[in-house]
């Protein structure tokens, strides 16, 4: 009886799983993940959509939870692509005609491998109780690493970079970029387990009470903060002008036009100076020129002039010729009558446009290289004293660098500066994408910014982040405004880089000690079947 009761169940066949079906949640997974990706771009300048940055995060959470390594790191790296690919096609259009779409692929793949990396290590601080808090700390290590190695780093695209405005943009005057990236990322991983915690568990407040407050907490902290964040003057004022003389739209062969762009500043300057005499606009304490607009290489009667008609003085953002022949990206102070006076040179330059790294192994893969000479590096921090203030410039892509803009504040900056030559990267996104990095860095700093960009976008910045004045792209123009100096530092200046090395640790302790909590449960597992 009993045997015969059994039959049935020793020979019940179990028909194999369709192979189809088994691809179906995976489907299901790069889907989410391509689109998450694809949002957090979305949330980036120009676009003012910086609350879709968290929402990347709850769908790209959505993915990842439960995932084990392998897996976490495959997701990881196709949400990096979906997100860089668009992010970067800027590259695209500036290399693309001479060197295809290599380095475009290329840099976007390895940024992309350094996300599948960060996340390969995220199974390992999920099995500890607040899970989104750890796995947004180990998120951003990505961001650490690839913003120093290889070649001084890459920090384009680092996510605090996408809140130039909204409710998260305050946190950056308490722990810089680091922290906005970090509020964001566990904002949307929160969402994430919340979801997941609902679906698995029902609404059982002390398996939420965690995801929950890991949601609502950075938004609520950056509210808060908000009325914190100075924007009057303390050391009163100084109008500034800037002068975007514009470029054409020629990518790589504006390396042999450079006498283009500074005629065009020049006649830029001129127009600036006879809207001034007629009572147009206002006359200013200090004109800026943009990043290297012109070679500076001995005495210079039409930079004399010019300055000499403004009755004030200049920053000149030039292509400095040092008297040993080497040449250095620099910001120069010219004042009436005197002329060329102190500079600040440029400490992060571009790899592969102003300085060549590995160069002998470069080489062989184009001859391009072999007409180009290094830049010389700034050692010193940026703080020039002209027109009764002390200025911090920040050259181009050095506003992507925490520690620069950093330096120069505590230095006694009360305005930053930020020439650029953005000409080269055609009407893409890049100018826009740093300009939000300069609206960052002025919440970050509590100091006004102004921006100068040969063809565009040119933008005077308040300490609050926000833009009171913006010139177009490929256009040539002027913008004279007041701006507020400031002189007290932040939070985050006082804290300096002490934010990001407490996340960073504390991301690397929670992949240890999950790391430590598995192999114990698999010993206690082993233990129990014995």
Request: charged fraction near 15%; glycine fraction near 10%; include cysteine.
């Amino acid at each position: 009886m009993t045997a015969a009761a059994e039959a049935p169940l020793s020979t019940e066949r179990h028909e194999p799983v369709p192979r189809s079906r088994r691809l179906l949640p995976v489907l299901a997974r790069l889907a989410l993940t391509v689109a998450s990706g694809l949002i957090l771009f979305a949330s980036f300048a120009p676009r003012p959509l910086w609350w879709l940055a968290p929402l990347a995060f709850t769908g790209f959470g959505l993915v990842l939870h439960g995932r084990r390594m392998w897996g976490s790191a495959g997701y990881g790296t196709v949400f990096g692509l979906a997100f860089f690919l668009p992010h970067l096609l800027w590259i695209q259009d500036f290399l693309g005609d001479d060197f295809g779409s290599a380095p475009w692929l290329g840099l976007s793949t390895v940024l992309a491998v350094y996300i599948g990396l960060a996340c390969a290590l995220m199974p390992f601080a999920a099995r500890l109780p607040g899970a989104p808090v750890w796995l947004a700390m180990v998120f951003l290590l990505q961001e650490f690493a690839r913003s120093r190695w290889p070649a001084n780093g890459f920090p384009w695209g680092r996510v605090g970079f996408s809140q130039p405005e909204g409710a998260y943009l305050s946190l950056a005057s308490i722990g810089g970029v680091p922290l906005v990236g970090f509020a964001v990322v566990v904002t949307g991983f929160g969402l994430a387990w919340l979801i997941m915690g609902i679906r698995e568990h029902g609404a059982r407040p002390g398996r939420l009470l965690v995801p929950g407050l890991a949601a609502i907490l950075p938004v609520t902290v950056g509210l808060a903060v908000w009325p914190t964040v100075g924007t009057g003057p303390e050391a009163g004022t100084r109008t500034v002008a800037i002068v975007q003389g514009n470029a054409p739209d020629i990518g790589l062969d504006l390396l042999g036009r450079r006498d283009v762009i500074r005629a065009n500043h020049l006649a830029e300057s001129e127009r600036l100076a006879e809207r001034i005499r007629t009572g147009e606009l206002p006359r200013p304490d200090l004109v800026v020129w943009p990043e290297t607009a012109t070679e500076v290489d001995g005495p210079d009667p039409a930079l004399d002039a010019m300055v000499d008609e403004f009755g004030v003085p200049a920053l000149i953002g030039g292509a400095y010729r040092a008297p040993d022949g080497r040449t250095e990206n620099a910001v120069i102070a010219w004042r009436p009558g005197e002329g060329e006076g102190e500079r600040y040179v440029k400490q992060e330059l571009v790899p592969f446009a102003e300085y060549i790294p590995l160069r002998p192994i470069a080489s062989w893969f184009t001859p391009f290289l072999d007409d180009t000479v290094d830049m010389r590096w700034g050692t010193e921090p940026g703080a020039l004293d002209v027109a009764g203030t002390r200025a911090g410039p920040v050259i181009c892509y050095e506003v992507a660098y925490d520690y620069v803009s950093r330096e120069a504040t505590t230095a006694g900056a009360q305005l930053l500066v930020v020439p650029t030559n953005n000409a080269w990267y055609g009407p893409g996104e890049m100018s826009y994408q740093q300009l939000a990095m300069s609206r960052v860095r002025a919440v970050e700093h509590g100091r006004a910014a102004v921006v100068a960009a040969t063809s565009g976008v040119s933008a005077i910045v308040q300490p609050d982040g926000s833009v009171t004045q913006q010139t177009g792209l490929f256009t040539a123009g002027s913008l004279v405004a007041d701006v507020p100096l400031r002189q007290q530092t932040t939070l985050s200046d006082r804290l300096g880089a002490s934010t990001e090395y407490v996340l960073v640790g504390a991301a690397l302790i929670a992949v240890v000690a999950g790391f430590v909590l598995r192999s114990r449960t698999r010993r206690a597992s082993a233990d129990h079947t014995r």
